[in-house]
Antibody, heavy 126, light 109 residues
């Protein structure tokens, strides 16, 4: 059974750095084809893809946020960490981590995000 | 990279079929067969309903189907049920990243 859970601060001040941790079970990030991504959703708004890390430590970032994001993994702890610098009130959102599912070995792409955490609401305010 | 375009809302009566469109470009929807669809009920995490344009994950009702033509993907819900009332988002792979749609609220009348 695959489960994921996000953790981190609920409130951050503008210009601060946000660090979120995704702790998962039911799979290993050392297994070929496995990936974990981060997606966020501002209140009442649409989903926005942020970043993805592969089992081989390859990383992908949203082009619009690439300069502010870093994604890392700790395989021994079954954790993926997302940091976002220079937080702004517009970054207020529920942040989800998700298991990237249906890996296509020929292309290196994932079919979708099949398992999601419950999400954690991060508010940016002074 | 811009969000994929979806209608803001779609509605239908129980038992009817509805279709949600997802329009992108040749750099995303039109260029790859990695379109997925997600259902999200209020206050809940999204749920994968369709992957790779038309494949259903195990456990997803066969009332949900996906297709693609050119730069537009579609999700069809047949035999609409009250429990289908939710927000729906499409997503596509695009040049080393992924992009989501603007979202569609489905209302069951």
């Amino acid at each position: 059974q695959i489960t994921l859970k996000e953790s981190g601060p609920t409130l951050v001040k503008p210009t601060q750095t946000l660090t979120l941790t995704c702790t998962f079970s039911g799979f290993s990030l050392s297994t070929s084809g496995v990936g974990v991504g981060w997606i966020r959703q501002p209140p009442g708004k649409a989903l926005e893809w942020l970043a993805l890390i592969y089992w081989n430590d390859d990383k992908r970032y949203s082009p619009s946020l690439k300069s502010r994001l870093t994604i890392t993994k700790d395989t021994s702890k079954n954790q993926v960490v997302l940091t976002m610098t220079n937080m702004d009130p517009v970054d207020t959102a529920t942040y989800y981590c998700a298991h990237a599912t249906y890996y296509d070995i020929l292309t290196g792409y994932y079919g979708g995000f099949g398992y999601w955490g419950q999400g954690t609401l991060v508010t940016v305010s002074s | 990279q811009s969000a994929l375009t979806q209608p803001a809302s779609v509605s239908g009566s129980p038992g009817q079929s509805i279709t949600i469109s997802c329009t992108g470009t040749s750099s995303d929807v039109g260029g790859y067969n990695y379109v997925s669809w997600y259902q999200q009920h209020p206050g809940k995490a999204p749920k994968l309903m369709i992957y790779e344009v038309s494949n259903r994950p195990s456990g997803v009702s066969n009332r949900f189907s996906g297709s693609k033509s050119g730069n537009t993907a579609s999700l069809t819900i047949s035999g609409l049920q009250a429990e289908d009332e939710a927000d729906y988002y499409c997503s596509s792979y695009t040049s080393s990243s992924y992009v989501f749609g603007t979202g569609t609220k489905v209302t069951v009348l």
